[in-house]
């Protein structure tokens, strides 16, 4: 019975990972669709007249992809941090980021690499947006 339990246990978090990881592949392109979208709004349709409007668009922009990569993030350090502290407990050592079978040339990408990726377009698009929010506030003065 216990090693039912136990079974059981890992396949709920085996589950949790695959959900975070399915949250994590769609996590950039999200990210980058608001932003751009947000950046749209605040260069096309804000009239140059209106520099405050288009930084409050432009701040919105950089909380969203803030908030991406803290969310990213923590997946990232919950995955690490179970199998460390559960499976390795068990001596059940599966990987963080399970590459498909018929996906063969996936194993030249680790899945830690994509999240690391990941993780430094939304460092890159928060400069980018911190910049464009500087460049429009300079404006107002």
Known sequence: ??????LLEIEQLYEQ???RDNLGWTSAPLTITVSGVLIGIAYGYIPDSK???????????IVWTFSMFIMLGKNLLFMRGTKEEILAKK???APIFPVPKDEKWLKAIKGIVVFKLILLIDVT???ALCYMLVETLIYVS
């Open 1 to 6: 019975m216990k090693e039912n339990d136990e």
């Open 17 to 19: 990972w695959r959900h």
């Open 51 to 61: 520099p405050l409007v288009r930084a409050l668009i432009l701040g919105l922009a």
């Open 91 to 93: 001596g059940f050592n």
């Open 125 to 127: 698009l928060i400069i």
